[in-house]
Protein backbone atom coordinates (compact mmCIF):
# COMPACT_ATOMS: atom_id res chain seq x y z
CA UNK A 1 0.00 0.00 0.00
CA UNK A 2 1.64 3.36 -0.91
CA UNK A 3 1.05 6.36 1.83
CA UNK A 4 -0.43 9.44 1.01
CA UNK A 5 3.16 11.29 0.59
CA UNK A 6 4.20 8.80 -1.67
CA UNK A 7 0.87 9.89 -3.87
CA UNK A 8 1.94 13.22 -3.51
CA UNK A 9 5.41 12.58 -4.75
CA UNK A 10 4.18 10.71 -8.03
CA UNK A 11 1.67 13.74 -8.63
CA UNK A 12 4.70 16.16 -8.94
CA UNK A 13 5.27 18.89 -11.39
CA UNK A 14 5.76 16.17 -14.38
CA UNK A 15 2.97 14.44 -13.88
CA UNK A 16 -0.10 16.50 -15.86
CA UNK A 17 -2.10 17.39 -13.04
CA UNK A 18 -2.76 21.17 -12.92
CA UNK A 19 -2.34 23.05 -9.72
CA UNK A 20 -5.78 24.46 -8.62
CA UNK A 21 -6.05 28.05 -9.47
CA UNK A 22 -5.18 30.61 -6.86
CA UNK A 23 -8.56 32.48 -5.58
CA UNK A 24 -10.64 32.55 -8.14
CA UNK A 25 -13.97 34.44 -7.67
CA UNK A 26 -16.81 31.42 -7.78
CA UNK A 27 -19.19 33.33 -10.10
CA UNK A 28 -16.87 33.66 -12.46
CA UNK A 29 -15.53 29.66 -12.41
CA UNK A 30 -18.71 28.47 -12.53
CA UNK A 31 -19.39 30.90 -15.85
CA UNK A 32 -16.43 30.01 -17.14
CA UNK A 33 -17.47 25.93 -16.80
CA UNK A 34 -20.46 27.04 -18.58
CA UNK A 35 -18.49 28.80 -21.63
CA UNK A 36 -16.68 24.94 -21.64
CA UNK A 37 -19.72 23.26 -21.67
CA UNK A 38 -21.29 25.65 -24.44
CA UNK A 39 -18.03 24.93 -26.70
CA UNK A 40 -18.39 22.70 -29.59
CA UNK A 41 -17.01 19.25 -29.99
CA UNK A 42 -14.00 18.13 -31.34
CA UNK A 43 -13.93 18.51 -34.99
CA UNK A 44 -16.86 20.68 -34.78
CA UNK A 45 -17.17 24.23 -36.65
CA UNK A 46 -18.43 27.33 -35.58
CA UNK A 47 -20.55 29.74 -37.59
CA UNK A 48 -19.51 33.55 -37.47
CA UNK A 49 -23.03 34.63 -37.21
CA UNK A 50 -23.08 32.33 -34.24
CA UNK A 51 -20.10 33.11 -32.83
CA UNK A 52 -20.09 36.90 -32.98
CA UNK A 53 -23.76 36.72 -31.24
CA UNK A 54 -22.53 34.24 -29.00
CA UNK A 55 -19.69 36.52 -27.44
CA UNK A 56 -22.15 39.64 -27.45
CA UNK A 57 -21.03 41.36 -30.08
CA UNK A 58 -24.36 41.91 -31.79
CA UNK A 59 -27.56 41.50 -30.21
CA UNK A 60 -29.38 38.94 -31.70
CA UNK A 61 -28.16 36.12 -34.60
CA UNK A 62 -30.47 37.05 -37.14
CA UNK A 63 -28.16 40.95 -36.92
CA UNK A 64 -25.28 38.72 -36.91
CA UNK A 65 -26.44 37.09 -40.25
CA UNK A 66 -27.74 40.25 -41.64
CA UNK A 67 -23.80 41.91 -40.66
CA UNK A 68 -22.67 39.37 -42.69
CA UNK A 69 -24.53 39.10 -45.82
CA UNK A 70 -24.68 43.46 -45.61
CA UNK A 71 -20.72 43.43 -45.89
CA UNK A 72 -20.77 44.70 -42.38
CA UNK A 73 -18.19 41.62 -41.07
CA UNK A 74 -14.42 40.24 -42.08
CA UNK A 75 -12.72 37.46 -41.00
CA UNK A 76 -8.62 37.76 -41.56
CA UNK A 77 -9.31 40.77 -44.02
CA UNK A 78 -11.99 39.03 -46.49
CA UNK A 79 -15.92 39.60 -46.31
CA UNK A 80 -17.68 36.54 -45.35
CA UNK A 81 -21.07 34.92 -45.83
CA UNK A 82 -23.36 33.90 -42.15
CA UNK A 83 -22.05 30.17 -42.24
CA UNK A 84 -18.47 30.68 -42.63
CA UNK A 85 -16.60 28.90 -40.06
CA UNK A 86 -14.64 30.49 -37.26
CA UNK A 87 -11.33 29.08 -36.17
CA UNK A 88 -8.86 30.22 -33.11
CA UNK A 89 -6.28 33.09 -34.19
CA UNK A 90 -8.83 34.62 -36.61
CA UNK A 91 -9.08 38.55 -36.66
CA UNK A 92 -12.60 39.59 -36.68
CA UNK A 93 -13.96 42.85 -37.90
CA UNK A 94 -17.28 43.89 -36.94
CA UNK A 95 -18.20 47.14 -38.63
CA UNK A 96 -21.30 48.99 -36.46
CA UNK A 97 -22.77 52.39 -35.66
CA UNK A 98 -20.08 53.97 -37.27
CA UNK A 99 -17.41 52.37 -35.37
CA UNK A 100 -15.29 49.12 -36.47
CA UNK A 101 -14.81 46.28 -33.51
CA UNK A 102 -11.55 44.35 -33.66
CA UNK A 103 -10.93 41.34 -32.18
CA UNK A 104 -8.88 38.13 -32.43
CA UNK A 105 -10.52 35.02 -31.54
CA UNK A 106 -9.35 32.94 -28.64
CA UNK A 107 -12.14 30.44 -27.93
CA UNK A 108 -14.55 29.15 -30.06
CA UNK A 109 -18.72 28.94 -28.09
CA UNK A 110 -21.76 28.31 -29.65
CA UNK A 111 -24.15 29.42 -27.28
CA UNK A 112 -24.49 32.94 -25.70
CA UNK A 113 -22.83 32.84 -22.04
CA UNK A 114 -22.47 36.28 -19.75
CA UNK A 115 -20.84 39.05 -20.38
CA UNK A 116 -18.11 38.50 -17.99
CA UNK A 117 -17.03 35.15 -19.86
CA UNK A 118 -17.78 36.36 -23.52
CA UNK A 119 -15.13 38.74 -22.83
CA UNK A 120 -12.68 35.74 -22.28
CA UNK A 121 -13.43 34.44 -25.96
CA UNK A 122 -11.56 37.09 -27.75
CA UNK A 123 -8.74 39.51 -27.69
CA UNK A 124 -10.25 43.25 -28.19
CA UNK A 125 -8.17 44.85 -30.29
CA UNK A 126 -10.54 48.01 -30.97
CA UNK A 127 -9.72 51.45 -31.62
CA UNK A 128 -11.91 53.65 -28.99
CA UNK A 129 -15.46 54.57 -30.13
CA UNK A 130 -16.15 57.89 -31.37
CA UNK A 131 -17.28 61.02 -28.76
CA UNK A 132 -20.77 61.05 -28.84
CA UNK A 133 -22.32 64.53 -30.15
CA UNK A 134 -23.43 66.51 -27.26
CA UNK A 135 -27.06 68.27 -28.25
CA UNK A 136 -30.04 68.82 -26.35
CA UNK A 137 -32.47 65.93 -27.12
CA UNK A 138 -35.34 67.33 -29.40
CA UNK A 139 -38.80 68.08 -28.42
CA UNK A 140 -37.89 66.44 -24.35
CA UNK A 141 -39.75 69.26 -21.80
CA UNK A 142 -39.47 69.77 -18.40
CA UNK A 143 -41.82 67.96 -15.96
CA UNK A 144 -44.81 69.65 -14.72
CA UNK A 145 -45.10 72.68 -17.56
CA UNK A 146 -48.44 71.34 -19.21
CA UNK A 147 -49.39 70.90 -22.42
CA UNK A 148 -47.28 72.57 -24.95
CA UNK A 149 -49.42 75.79 -26.36
CA UNK A 150 -49.43 75.70 -30.25
CA UNK A 151 -46.37 77.76 -30.63
CA UNK A 152 -44.29 74.58 -28.64
CA UNK A 153 -45.57 72.81 -30.85
CA UNK A 154 -44.76 74.57 -33.94
CA UNK A 155 -41.48 75.01 -32.40
CA UNK A 156 -41.22 70.93 -31.73
CA UNK A 157 -42.32 70.46 -35.56
CA UNK A 158 -39.63 72.70 -36.74
CA UNK A 159 -36.66 71.06 -34.72
CA UNK A 160 -38.06 67.25 -35.89
CA UNK A 161 -38.13 68.96 -39.08
CA UNK A 162 -34.41 70.30 -39.14
CA UNK A 163 -33.77 66.41 -37.84
CA UNK A 164 -35.44 64.88 -41.11
CA UNK A 165 -38.18 63.70 -38.82
CA UNK A 166 -40.91 65.50 -39.34
CA UNK A 167 -43.33 67.58 -40.95
CA UNK A 168 -40.96 70.62 -42.62
CA UNK A 169 -42.14 74.27 -44.19
CA UNK A 170 -45.47 74.04 -45.59
CA UNK A 171 -46.54 70.16 -44.97
CA UNK A 172 -49.93 69.51 -43.53
CA UNK A 173 -49.96 68.04 -39.82
CA UNK A 174 -51.16 64.33 -39.41
CA UNK A 175 -54.49 64.93 -38.47
CA UNK A 176 -55.00 66.91 -41.77
CA UNK A 177 -55.94 70.29 -39.91
Same mark, same amino acid.
Given at each position: ?????????????GSGEQPAPAAVD?? *??? #?? #? #???????ASGENVRIDSWIWAVRLIKTRSLGAA???????? $?NGE????????? *??????????GWERVVIVKRL *???? $???PVAAQCYVDNSPPPPP???????? *?????????????RRDMERLRG????????????????
Open positions: MASEADEEKKAGPPA *IAA #AV #A #AAEAAAPACKGGHVH $VRVKPAHSVR *IGDEVRVRQE *IRKR $VGAREAFAPAG *IRDRGTGRPTKRDMMGGGAGPGAKSPRGR
